[in-house]
């Protein structure tokens, strides 16, 4: 059994209140994960062309506002 089978087993067996519970803390720690990465491939470039596309598409009047 791989360490996320028995993480999912595990998973299947908890309480209402402690899936919820799970689930909120898990919430966090993903979006905290999730910004780290964000902010370390700002950081290194990595989503300059991304950017610069978006605004290369404003200027040529491909956006609209929300």
Known sequence: MTKVEQIEKEVRQLSEKELASFRAWFSDFD????????????????????????????????????
């Open 31 to 66: 979006a905290a994960r999730w910004e780290t990465q964000l902010k370390s491939d700002a950081e290194a470039g990595r989503l300059d062309s991304l950017a610069e596309a978006a605004l290369a598409d404003h200027a040529a009047g491909r956006s609209r506002e929300l």
